[in-house]
């Protein structure tokens, strides 16, 4: 198997820095779709890439596409694809199917019917008729859009965002993935001041020092195609040896999390402990109504009240009319701020924001509100 077909999952609106991710690992011929991010690799990309993504939802190995209008195509579609090359005889796996735009409606049957056509195809590959399925775990994807399948395998388990360092969570957590795309999606780099001032659990900020010290999000998690056979355990092994040792030094960040709530501050620094960056955040129980900023140049990242986090009218106007006076005249400072509340630009009476991205937190619609700040003087950047 020389060559392989990898798909990089994403939310709605962060296909172009997923895009810019897998263009970063080394892959050239990357095609960029809704939702998803398609490039060729090798075996031993899929634990590298596993590890790396830092904004994709999860990594799939594309098994093939076809046209399937009836249910008799599909079967025959999926039959005709080489699962023996990466199911072992006693490997245990299910199907997840759903069908969008397509004839073939009930996600259901397209499971059925998935699931009968592999069973059949490695049922004449390894000359058996009965799979104890006692082996290793694997996960098929079968999506019919528009009349056209695609099937792939789950080589990544439990989604992308799952870094395994945060046991402590506010009431409406953003996930690690989206909470990395912010930072992306920001003027922020590592020699720059960074703070938040709602921070909650701390997620952005983590996110951002694990970016800064260069550390791979996936280092310290397990994914479901480390059981697969066909990958050798020794590119997981070199794969995770690389990240450790492209592993920046602490000490040399500027990031500060400020939050109201002093359960929320020791759940971040908690969190940011068991992200291996604790000694490069500072946290502090802090009301956004008391903060104050005395640098000149540097970047805002928050996730602002809004859902299930939605806070009165009063306090809400009252944090709105604080951070206004707190940034409207920092013109040296680059602002973003994520929330599903339209009214905020007219609160943030710094301008117009230089531009609003529409992104998703889960299933709630929200934009991520951007203010560029003033390019920092050389020696101010340091």
């Not at 810019?20 to 939702?35: H, I, K, N, P």
């Not at 659990?201 to 970016?211: D, F, K, N, Y």
Request: aromatic share 12%; with cysteine; hydrophobic share 45%.
């Amino acid at each position: 198997m020389t060559s392989i077909t990898l798909i990089a999952t994403t939310a709605f609106g962060l296909e172009s820095v997923v895009k810019r991710e897998v263009q970063a690992l080394g892959f050239a011929d990357v095609r960029v779709s809704e939702g998803r991010v398609e490039f060729d690799a090798a075996l031993a990309d899929i634990p590298r890439v596993n590890l790396w993504l830092r904004s994709a939802d999860r990594v799939l190995v594309k098994m093939g596409a076809f046209q399937a209008r009836t249910f008799d195509e599909l079967f025959e579609g999926v039959r005709a694809l080489p699962w023996e090359d990466w199911i072992i005889q006693d490997g245990r796996f299910t199907v997840l199917g759903k069908g969008v735009k397509s004839q073939l409606g009930s996600f259901r049957t397209i499971q059925s019917i998935t699931k009968k056509a592999v069973v059949e195809r490695l049922k004449g590959a390894y000359a058996i008729e009965w799979f104890e399925e006692t082996g290793p775990a694997y996960t098929i994807r079968a999506s019919v859009l528009k009349d056209v399948a695609m099937l792939t395998l789950d080589a990544s388990g439990e989604g992308l965002h799952k870094r395994g360092y945060r046991a402590h969570t506010g009431v409406a957590p953003l996930k690690e993935t989206l909470a990395a795309a912010l930072v992306q999606l920001s003027f922020w780099r590592p020699d720059r001041l960074l703070i938040d001032p709602m921070c909650g659990s701390g997620t952005i900020l983590i996110e951002a020092a694990m970016i800064g010290r260069n550390m791979a999000p996936g280092l310290h998690r397990s994914f479901a195609s480390e059981e697969w056979p066909v990958i050798p355990v020794s590119a997981w092994y070199l794969a995770r040896k690389e990240a450790k040792a492209a592993i920046r030094p602490a000490g040399k960040l500027r990031i500060f999390g400020y939050d109201i709530d002093g359960d929320a501050i020791s759940g971040a620094r908690a969190n940011a402990k068991r992200a291996g960056v604790g000694q490069d955040i500072v946290f502090e129980q802090k009301d956004i109504r008391d903060l104050w900023i005395d640098q000149q140049y540097g970047v805002l990242i928050s996730n602002f009240p809004y859902g299930v986090k939605l806070l009165d009218y009063k306090e809400l106007n009252d944090i709105y009319i604080s951070f206004n006076k707190t940034f409207k005249k920092k013109k040296g400072w680059s602002i973003y701020v994520l929330t599903a509340d339209r009214m905020f630009p007219r609160y943030f009476k710094r301008g117009r924001p230089d531009r609003v991205r529409k992104l998703f937190n889960a299933n709630i619609e929200v934009n991520y509100y951007q203010y560029y700040g003033e390019r920092p003087q050389r020696a101010e950047a340091h």
